[in-house]
């Protein structure tokens, strides 16, 4: 036995302009690729939706990844007719049997002009069938059950169960950008509402490896794991700190090491955003949450960095953050103990205002190129794809890319 699933691109890729068909296939390719090794059969497309048939215990699979698959505004499991309303209604009696429900609405579609019968019509005959048949009242707000029916040029599609989609843009239509990972919960929040704009994300996290344990590094990979999902293929940067942190220890003011630590993530994230060909660096910050992220802080680590930032959860508090962390399935790896860098030697009472020129003072007397490229050299880079394997296989996993020498400008 076969089923059928219909899935219903984000209404923001209709409202595009001379680049439309861009979004639409981009947004196409992803949905085919999230059903990858699924079974599932292209039979039909229209500049808004596709029809897939599959094997049907493939089905809680491929729900599962299509409530993960951005672009897709919804998707339903659906059955086929002939383009009349009998056939409707056969369709209808099929299914009422297994259903239990004190109020329905009909909702029709009509995308066949031809079709006889215009869709308030449709809507009514079968509305007053399934009244007959179970005696449920009709009622178009706050429904129990609702039938959707879509009327095409030589068939009829009635919906027999919908799930929402995430929606967004499909990735890599708004370019590439660069995020800072932490051990929290809100960077990869971040990351994913880049991911849903369009942007394709790479990861980059500061570990404190081998003078701490590796921790932080293995729930980096884990977030990772889960995000690929989104994006179906990410990269992870997982860059050693510890060296970069002692220097600054030994030349700041304690109450400046957490800015002095973020500036240097900034300098050495961009590093990376020139080798992925990113535009933009991003960070899980929100304004007044802890002492780094005051907006005089913020100016001052700013400074760092050429690239723009984007700092996506900036007006979010954090139970607007752990709620959306949830709901993608992040917070439970993020909530799992580490060693994250920036509480690393923490001062007790951390500047809330930094001065630039403190900043500047205590960065003269450190090595900064130096320190960037030793970073660098050391780091490991992971690449996921999803669906498929997890990593690269291990050998590949945990060669650098490729070594760099100081950077100026």
């Known amino acids: 036995m076969e089923t059928l699933v219909l899935v219903n691109l984000f209404h923001e890729l209709a409202l595009k302009g001379q680049n439309r068909p861009l979004f ?37 699979e491929a729900r599962a990844r299509l409530k993960d698959t951005l672009g897709v505004e919804n998707f339903a499991r659906v059955l086929r007719t002939a383009a009349d309303l009998e056939a409707l209604k056969s369709a209808l009696a099929q299914i009422l049997p297994e259903e239990r429900f004190q109020s329905f609405r009909i909702t029709a579609q009509r995308s066949d002009k031809g079709f006889p019968f ?24 706050g429904a129990e059950r609702e039938f959707r029916a879509r009327i095409l040029p030589q068939a009829a599609l009635l919906e027999l169960e919908r799930h929402p989609g995430p929606g967004g843009l499909p990735p890599g239509v708004s370019g590439k950008v660069v995020a800072l990972l932490s051990g929290g919960i809100d960077s990869p929040v971040a990351a994913y509402r880049l991911m849903r704009r369009g942007a394709e994300v790479a990861l980059v996290h500061f570990h404190p490896f081998p003078l701490l344990s590796g921790q932080s590094r293995e729930k980096a990979k884990a977030i990772a794991e889960r995000l690929v999902r989104f994006q179906h293929r990410i990269t992870l940067h997982l860059v050693p700190f510890s060296e970069v942190q002692r220097q600054i220890i030994l030349e700041a003011p304690k109450a400046y ?11 050495i994230a961009e590093a990376i955003a020139k080798e992925e060909g990113a535009l933009a660096l991003a960070t899980g910050d929100s304004l007044g949450q802890v002492a780094s992220q005051t907006l005089a802080n913020l100016q001052v680590v700013n400074q760092a960095a050429n690239l723009p930032i984007f700092r996506p959860l900036i007006g979010f508090d954090k139970m607007e953050i752990k709620a959306e962390a949830e709901r993608i399935g992040t917070y439970a790896l993020s909530i ?74």
């Not at 947004?27 to 229209?46: C, F, I, N, P, S």
């Not at 090491?257 to 300098?267: A, H, N, T």
């Open 336 to 409: 799992l103990p580490d060693e994250e860098c920036c509480t690393l030697f923490a001062p007790k009472h951390p500047v809330t205002r930094a001065q630039l020129s403190v900043v500047l003072e205590v960065e003269s007397r450190l090595s900064t190129d130096e320190l960037i490229a030793l970073a660098l050299k050391d780091r490991e880079v992971v690449r996921y794809t999803w669906p498929g394997q997890k990593p690269l296989p291990e050998a590949q996993e945990k060669a650098p890319i490729m070594e760099h020498g100081p950077l100026h400008g």
């Open 24 to 60: 639409l296939k981009k947004a196409k390719d992803h949905v085919q690729r999230a059903l990858k090794g699924t079974g599932a059969r292209l039979e039909a497309k229209w500049p808004m939706a596709l029809l897939f048939r599959l094997p049907a215990p493939a089905w809680p």
């Open 257 to 267: 090491r957490v800015v002095l630590y973020r500036r240097y993530m900034l300098r």
């Open 118 to 141: 215009p869709s308030p019509e449709v809507e009514q005959v079968l509305g007053a069938f399934v009244k007959e048949r179970t005696g449920a009242q009709v009622r178009l707000k």
